[in-house]
């Protein structure tokens, strides 16, 4: 097979489809490997186990899921054979399948204390309870917006 020559079509076909496919399974690996995944995780794509996990993963569009549910399975077959199987009609954290109270806050959590103070991210996540029974959310913006720390 010769060259294949970048037209304009194939590079939006590759920034449309493709990388965010790619970008899509770098994700799904870290999350694989940490079991979780949050703004920290982030810095581990990069890490080599990443990629190699990431070459196995294929992506198969499921029209059975309602896309503005954001829902979808996954199934993950083991070396020895073990498959591991799960699905969600609706994204968890989204409208449809809402995070807890604790969930929000740990969220939260481990955006914020990479930049701020605990006791002021402590205060923030009170007052933002408690925010139903604020008359003016004026010194709440200024008190918070105020400084990083």
């Known amino acids: 097979m010769g060259k294949q020559i970048l037209t304009p079509d194939r590079m939006q076909h590759y920034l449309r489809c493709?990388?965010?496919m790619k970008r899509?399974?770098?994700v799904n690996a870290?999350?694989?490997i940490d079991k979780e995944m949050t703004p920290k995780q982030y810095e581990k794509i990069n890490d080599p186990r990443v990629y190699d996990l990431a070459e196995k993963i294929t992506v198969h569009i499921d029209s059975s899921f309602d896309e503005?549910?954001?829902g979808g399975r996954v199934e993950i077959r083991m070396k020895?054979?073990?498959e591991f199987k799960a699905s969600r009609a609706?994204?968890?954290g989204s409208l449809f399948d809402p995070l807890s109270d604790f969930e929000i806050?740990?969220?939260f959590k481990d955006v914020a204390l990479d930049v701020m103070d605990p006791k002021k991210v402590d205060r923030i996540i009170q007052t933002v309870w408690e925010l139903e029974k604020i008359e003016d959310v004026s010194p709440f913006i200024r008190k918070f917006a105020a400084d990083n720390k």
Do not use: C, N, T, Y
Request: hydrophobic residues 45%; charged residues 30%; aromatic residues 4%.
């Open 68 to 70: 503005k549910f954001s």
């Open 30 to 32: 870290v999350s694989i």
């Open 90 to 92: 609706a994204a968890h």
């Open 18 to 20: 493709i990388l965010p």
């Open 105 to 107: 806050e740990k969220k």
């Open 80 to 82: 020895d054979g073990r």
């Open 24 to 26: 899509g399974m770098l």
